[in-house]
């Protein structure tokens, strides 16, 4: 069985962008829905549209793959599902641990979506001895005192981190120091690593925060809009949450001016 250092794929040698790289997933899942309804070729517009992509990009990506489709006919569904998850690296067996098996370790564990990509759970980690020998997902959870041996016996070279943010740095580096040289990281902290090691970063609070920042903007430009329709004067959206309790002053009003 392949444990996911047999070979990797050529993406950088041959020099294909990151940013081309980050959207190879976003094909991949949008032909695979197209190959399970049976459709047999789709056009640039049509892919890049379910890929959430302009059509110019995705033909730009796809000529880094060789692939430049058919005029008149497009793209082959199936070909392309291949060739981009032979590029990807999904073709072979990549075994995975997971470190932290709390609320999100249990729920990453329990996703379906690893194992249909060619991802497989290898082990569950944690550091809480009364959670050893539990099973999540059919998994017994093992010590974090084993890490070590685990990385070794199953020829992982992935690691998956959903700790506590005080842990993850010092589990990064014994996943490293075991073999492990591509890690994703959940821990709401940035992680020191050494060349060579890959880190993706998944923060879910930034992810809100930014969509709290559009969804203020959008009353801003409602507000903006009313205003001009009605002649009134625009006032700033009211601050929400902890942001609006931040600002109040000692009495618990909020201060019309500021302190620089």
């Not at 730009?60 to 291949?82: A, C, I, N």
């Not at 550091?127 to 199953?154: C, F, R, Y």
């Not at 591509?182 to 060579?196: E, H, K, Q, R």
């Amino acid at each position: 069985m392949a444990t996911g250092r047999t070979h990797r794929p050529a993406t950088r040698s041959r020099g294909i962008p990151e940013a081309t790289v980050a959207r190879l997933p976003l094909y991949l899942r949008a032909l695979t829905a197209l190959s399970e309804r049976s459709v047999p070729t789709v056009s640039s517009e049509e892919l890049a549209a379910a890929a959430g992509v302009n059509s110019a990009k995705l033909r730009k990506d796809f000529s880094y793959l060789g692939s430049y489709g058919t005029r008149g006919v497009g793209y082959d569904v199936e070909y392309l599902v291949y060739q981009i998850s032979r590029e990807l690296g999904l073709t072979q067996d990549w075994p995975v641990v997971i470190v932290g098996i709390g609320n999100l370790g249990a729920a990453l564990a329990n996703y379906g979506g690893f194992a249909s990509r060619g991802f497989r759970v290898a082990a569950l980690i944690d550091a809480d001895p009364a959670m050893a020998g539990k099973p999540v997902a059919g998994i017994p959870v093992q010590h974090t005192d084993d890490l070590e041996k685990i990385i070794s016996d199953n020829g992982v070279h992935i690691g998956v981190i959903a700790t506590p943010a005080g842990a993850a740095q010092q589990v990064s580096e014994r996943l490293i120091a075991a073999g492990v040289t591509s890690i994703l990281n959940f821990a709401p902290t940035v992680l020191s690593v050494p060349d060579g090691v890959d880190v993706r970063k998944v923060d879910l609070s930034i992810e809100l925060q930014i969509l709290a920042f559009h969804e203020q903007r959008k009353a801003g430009e409602e507000a903006a809009a009313v205003a001009a329709a009605t002649g009134d004067v625009v006032a700033p959206p009211p601050l929400r949450g902890s942001a609006a309790a931040s600002r109040k002053g000692p009495d618990g009003d909020v201060p019309a001016v500021m302190p620089a």
